[in-house]
């Protein structure tokens, strides 16, 4: 997952991309402007009506676009985070490391006794089977 500051700025991106897209739309679909005594009269017909409401579809891109930059602007940490909290939240995060780190040899340890214990009865039962097996063969 990408860090907050690559993920406002593939949103200001995008929100880029969107304002490029909905003007290429306007020019696609827009009527064209006569200038009086500047152009001859030609016989092109002007483009037809857009099928979709695309005004409708990028109002709704640019708006959800700019709510999810203010949303990554807003969870950035902010100036008065001082050199001290900041401080402060690495040492209870190291205390938290530290507390899972116990926790996770813990596990291990146990693990490692319980493997023993399978070990030890798997190399028992084997003794058996030979011990049945020598027996049958006599």
Partial sequence: ???????????????????????GILQ????PSPFPNFEKPS????????QDDYAVLFSKLIART???IDVLIDSLPNED????LQTASLRKLEVENQDAARKLEDVVH?????????????HDIAQAQLSCQAMETT
Avoid: H
């Fill in 1 to 23: 997952m990408a860090d907050r500051l690559t993920q406002l700025q593939d949103a200001v991106n995008q929100q880029a991309d969107n304002f490029c897209n909905s003007i």
């Fill in 43 to 50: 016989g092109k017909s002007s483009p037809a009506p857009p």
């Fill in 81 to 84: 985070s001082s050199y001290d």
């Fill in 110 to 122: 146990r693990g490692e006794v319980l493997l023993k214990q399978i070990q030890q009865a798997l």
């Fill in 28 to 31: 696609q679909c827009a009527q």
């Fill in 66 to 68: 700019a709510k999810d």
